[in-house]
């Protein structure tokens, strides 16, 4: 029988062409990606509420310790963030997926053992979350320069679109478990799940039957440092590029600044159990499968290319109800402001990195991604120790207030790029040989 993932998918001439998504969800390879992508989001989830209540309410954590560790968790990409899309472009990307997970799975099943024995610590918790950070960088640049090659560039905002729905799913049921289980059997353990969840990524990752081209290496082996500077002058010779880079990093300063004070906001100002907190976030999530879903047919309704920039620019200002909760009934706003962020932020995710797997040639996308992943992300140490500096300074609301200002300007630089642009297919392919102006 053959390979369902080789076959033909198109339709016959006589009948009504299948939705790109369901014609995704026939192929068994990306069935499996988005297994190991469910599995490993869902695990993310309930440690992204166990690890800092662990710090809070098992260690007595500062402000400052909090942020510390949301810093040290992405150092990794102002560290080596470049060398690794160089790499990247150069090696096949699924071994290194897998690498990937495994490694994350050994590092997190250290915290477990050491709660177990007694001697956990935050300097611990900074060290596997710093190391695991490294991993985590070769894993986004790698699987965002794998989606194309397993289901082609025509689809990838499909593909990302249905990925992003059945993974936020562990969004929505991640922290309320996490919450739930931080009570039933404490935070130190709930971390487990995580570990192995990552190994079931791997084992997805590693059934996955297509092939992926060939590796092009120039016929005259680059320097890391000549490859490195390729990708940063890509980026930086390109309008668009340059555009997303700072409304990302605006957004990720800005939720890096937030995540050093929101579980102190969650547990001692608003005085939330650890259930509770699990279930507001869990709650607020629901809106990331919900915009997920929508981003295709949003994307049809005001344009691929628009849509970008409009997502933030209307779900911005809606963040800013979050430092305005209370103890008592008031805690909603919390979630509405939670909520109205995570949908703008799903639907500009999706439609941004489709933007650039669309776009940009092959050859340059694993430096094209690490780039603006270094870019991106090297901020977000700096945002998190602000955000606990702030905290100790002028408490966790004030610093919520600061957060929210930053994420409503967010989106200027790419209102300026794109405002007069419809749909991503009116925009020309990024050429390495073109001018940048020409972009």
């Not at 500096?389 to 200002?405: D, H, Q």
């Not at 200027?412 to 991503?424: A, F, N, Q, S």
Request: charged share 15%.
């Amino acid at each position: 029988m053959p390979d369902p993932d080789e076959q033909d998918l198109s339709p016959d001439p006589g009948r009504r062409p299948p939705p790109v998504e369901t014609s995704l969800l026939r192929s068994r390879d990306f069935r499996l990606l988005l297994v190991g992508q469910t599995t490993s989001q869902l695990g993310a989830q309930i440690s992204g509420v166990a690890i800092p209540l662990l710090a809070v309410l098992e260690l007595n954590a500062t402000a400052f310790e909090v942020g510390l560790i949301g810093a040290s968790s992405t150092v990794a990409f102002a560290v080596i963030g470049l060398p690794a899309g160089a790499w990247v472009d150069t090696w096949r990307r699924r071994p290194i997926l897998i690498s990937s997970d495994l490694a994350r799975m050994v590092l997190l099943a250290t915290i477990p053992l050491a709660a177990l024995l007694g001697v956990l610590s935050i300097a611990q918790l900074v060290v596997v979350s710093l190391l695991a950070g490294f991993a985590r960088v070769f894993f986004d640049v790698a699987y965002q320069s794998y989606v194309p090659s397993v289901i082609g560039r025509d689809r990838v905002l499909a593909g990302n679109s249905a990925m992003e729905m059945i993974r936020a799913s562990g969004h929505v049921v991640g922290p309320g478990v996490g919450g739930v289980l931080v009570t039933l059997v404490g935070a130190a353990s709930v971390v487990l799940i995580q570990a192995v969840t990552f190994a079931v990524s791997a084992a997805s990752l590693a059934g996955i039957r297509r092939t992926e081209s060939p590796v092009v290496r120039p016929a005259v082996r680059q320097r890391l440092r000549s490859q490195i500077r390729e990708g940063l002058v890509f980026v930086g010779g390109n309008r668009i590029l340059r555009a997303t880079a700072i409304t990302s990093a605006a957004s990720n300063f800005s939720f890096a600044v937030a995540s050093a004070v929101s579980f102190i906001f969650l547990a001692r100002t608003l005085d939330l159990s650890p259930a509770v907190i699990g279930i507001v976030v869990a709650a607020g999530s629901v809106t990331v499968m919900l915009g997920a879903a929508l981003t295709p047919r949003l994307s049809r309704r005001f344009g691929s290319a628009r849509i970008i920039w409009l997502s933030l620019a209307i779900t911005g200002p809606l963040t800013l109800l979050s430092p305005l909760a209370q103890p008592g009934w008031t805690v909603v706003l919390i979630f509405v402001g939670m909520a109205a962020g995570e949908f703008g932020q799903i639907i500009y995710a999706i439609t941004n990195v489709s933007l650039r797997q669309r776009l940009c040639p092959d050859r340059m996308l694993g430096r094209v991604t690490a780039t603006m992943r270094f870019l991106i992300m090297g901020l977000f140490p700096l945002g998190a120790l602000l955000g606990g500096v702030l905290g100790e300074l002028i408490g966790a609301r004030s610093t919520l207030w600061v957060a929210g200002a930053i994420i409503v300007l967010s989106p200027l630089p790419l209102i300026l790029v794109l405002r007069r642009t419809r749909d991503v297919e009116e925009l020309p392919s990024w050429h390495r040989d073109e001018p940048a102006g020409t972009v």
